[in-house]
């Protein structure tokens, strides 16, 4: 029998279901995986079973108070295997985290909305970098939904250092619903 995810680990406002569903991040990214799909060694399972919720919410939106926005927190520390060869955290792992990472502001965005988790696909992605992050430095990556719309979905995510107090990189997420198969001839 799985133990249940201890809802009290994640801060914020959302409701005590929605961070059931995504407080587990591990769990989160399993559910995924089709019935009787076996479990792949896919590009960045470590890392991003590693990863930890620490708040979800839902606000209202500062430059427009009818609307509101969704508000993923996420906790990790840069270990050797998101690293360069100088030892700071790759560009590529960067692009992974934000990639990943926003997802969760949408699907608290999406669950709240319609009950439901929509998949969705990278559409674009846009960073920019800012400074290093060493090994042991403890990263903190704040997601905040832009538009969540029935085609498009946009997030902006910052990747704090939380050790040095000091930005990361910084992104924009754009995903879209992905288009159903063509039926085959």
């Keep these: 029998m799985t133990e249940e995810f201890d809802?009290?680990?994640?801060?914020?406002?959302?409701?005590?279901?929605?961070?059931?569903?995504?407080?587990?991040a591990k769990a989160y990214f399993a559910s995924f995986r089709k019935p009787g799909q076996r479990q792949l060694n896919m590009f960045g399972k470590a890392i991003q079973e590693r990863l930890k919720v620490t708040e979800l919410s839902i606000v209202k939106k500062a430059e427009e108070p009818n609307k509101v926005?969704?508000?993923?927190v996420l906790e990790l520390d840069v270990a050797e295997d998101m690293v360069n060869g100088g030892g700071n955290m790759h560009g590529g792992c960067?692009?992974?985290?934000i990639d990943m990472a926003s997802s969760?502001?949408?699907?608290?965005?999406?669950?709240?909305?319609?009950?439901?988790?929509?998949?969705?696909?990278?559409?674009?992605?846009?960073?920019?970098?800012?400074s290093p992050a060493a090994i042991g430095d403890k990263l903190r990556l704040v997601n905040t939904t832009m538009t969540v719309g029935k085609r498009i979905e946009s997030v902006r995510t910052?990747?704090?250092?939380?050790?040095?107090?000091?930005?990361v990189a910084s992104g924009i997420h754009i995903k879209m619903m992905p288009s159903p198969p063509k039926a085959a001839l």
């Excluded at 809802?7 to 587990?24: F, T, Y």
């Excluded at 926005?69 to 993923?72: D, F, K, M, N």
């Excluded at 969760?104 to 800012?130: D, R």
């Design 7 to 24: 809802v009290s680990q994640v801060a914020g406002n959302a409701p005590e279901e929605i961070k059931r569903s995504l407080g587990n």
């Design 104 to 130: 969760f502001a949408l699907t608290l965005m999406n669950i709240s909305e319609t009950g439901k988790v929509l998949p969705s696909v990278s559409q674009a992605l846009n960073i920019v970098y800012h």
């Design 158 to 167: 910052e990747i704090w250092n939380d050790t040095h107090h000091r930005l």
């Design 94 to 97: 960067s692009a992974f985290l």
């Design 69 to 72: 926005e969704g508000r993923a």
